[in-house]
């Protein structure tokens, strides 16, 4: 792949409280969490990728557009300089491309601190683009309806799933259905991204390449020689009052079914990174964690890098976990592709950024859209299934998962 030069000057700027006002309304780029993350408005250089080899591809190819630019970064932290924000599809046959999208402008903060990189190409000058906040446009609201997989026929799905557990043919396998429906054209996407960074600020809120949502799965955060991500797996809906909500937590986290699809997903992020990593810890237990709609079971892991794997490396061989694809990996992909009627895109795919180190924060594309240029768009939502999993109860589940987008766009 060719890729071109690119020139990147970083410098620190008066601290911008509203990074999402900063963003195009149709073509926003955005990774934040409290308040904190990364902006990007325009395009210097977009990659794409596709297939089985799609992650590591972008990995070989991030390495040649690190080594033929030129970077000033006198701040030298983290996400200043050159990156790169990404969405990957989730299976290797979608038709949906995998891009690197490296913006003309980041704006970033952490901590009080603020700053800017332009980015063009060497042989142009920098971007003249004004940090302009931008007020929200004109308000919408719109229904999403039943997609290529309705009610019923997701709990057909999900008896055909514990029929395949039972006879064997996989442990666990993660099933998701779709609600599809249209903004008006023009629409201001940066509404919807705004309800879902108020309504859920310790997830990581993202905008990349018309893919949207507020992702609670940190999927790997690498850092200086250090990794870190979060596994989720288990969920029950929030209780009525504070004394439900207790009880509800208490249930899950005793819950057997949610139990063991927690670690059928630990497990499988514990053998893909111990390859790469000479310390690998985690919490001893699972513990709960709270949403505004929902409990899930969490089990943080952190490590020591021991190999010099860039973040894009550790997706690739971390994509997919059993908590968003089942195990044994291979079987229950095939019987993903054999009972949902349509193609994930990138949902339940790798979406972050990745730094000119390679290190890079990456979350799960979970609570998630994509919406078309056309104005056409898709949320998912799914669902791990075990032997004691029940049709019903699935479903409930997945109501409660599409809640964050069917309220951001509705």
């Known amino acids: 792949m060719n890729v071109q030069a690119l020139t990147v000057e970083t410098s620190p700027i008066a601290d911008i409280r509203q990074l999402i006002l900063l963003l195009d309304g149709r ?3 955005l990774w934040m969490r409290r308040n904190q993350g990364l902006a990007g408005i325009g395009c210097a250089l977009r ?57 003309e402008i980041i704006v970033g903060r952490d901590d009080g601190q603020c700053w800017v990189t332009r980015i063009s190409a060497s042989d142009e000058s920098a971007p ?24 019923d026929d997701f709990r057909s799905a999900v008896s055909s799933g514990i029929e395949a557990i039972r006879a064997q043919q996989v442990n666990k396998v993660v099933l998701a259905r779709d609600l599809v429906g249209r ?11 705004t309800k879902l960074a108020l309504g859920y600020p310790d997830c990581w809120t993202y905008a990349i390449d018309g893919l949207i949502g507020s992702s609670p799965e940190t999927l790997i955060r690498a850092d200086n020689g250090s990794v870190n991500a979060r596994v989720l ?25 949610d139990g063991d699809e927690h670690e059928f997903a630990v497990q499988s992020v514990l053998k893909s990174l111990r390859p790469h990593t000479s310390v690998l810890a985690t919490s ?45 990996t291979d079987a229950a992909l095939a019987l993903i592709r054999e009972l949902e009627p349509f193609d994930r895109g990138r ?26 240029p056309t104005g056409a768009i898709t949320a998912y939502a799914g669902c791990g299934i075990v032997l004691d999993s029940d049709p019903d109860r699935e479903l409930a589940e997945t109501k409660m998962k599409f809640r964050p987008i069917v309220e951001a766009f509705g």
């Open 347 to 372: 949902y339940a795919g790798p979406v972050g950024w990745v730094g000119a180190d390679g290190d890079g924060e990456w979350a799960i594309a979970l609570r998630c859209a994509q919406v078309a």
């Open 47 to 103: 990659l794409e990728f596709s297939g089985p080899t799609r992650m590591t591809d972008a990995a070989a190819a991030w390495k040649q557009v690190v080594a033929l630019a030129t970077v000033t970064d006198p701040l030298a932290r983290t996400g200043t300089g050159l990156l790169a924000f990404g969405a990957f599809a989730f299976d290797a046959s979608s038709t949906q491309t995998s891009v690197l999208i490296v913006p």
């Open 183 to 193: 903004v008006p054209a023009e629409s201001d996407l940066r509404r919807a991204i």
């Open 284 to 328: 001893e237990i699972p513990f709960t964690v709270k949403l505004p709609n929902l409990w899930h079971l969490a089990t943080d892991l952190e490590g020591t890098l021991s190999d010099g794997s860039t973040s894009l490396d550790l997706i690739a061989a971390l994509h997919p976990t059993a908590a968003v694809a089942g195990t044994p």
């Open 128 to 151: 003249e683009i004004p940090l302009v906040l931008h007020p929200l446009g004109d308000e919408y609201r719109i229904v999403l309806l039943p997609g290529a997989l309705p009610s």
């Open 233 to 257: 797996a288990g969920t029950i809906s929030r209780g009525a009052d504070a004394e439900d909500d207790r009880e509800a937590a208490l249930t899950l986290a005793t819950s057997s079914k």
């Open 27 to 29: 073509a926003p780029l």
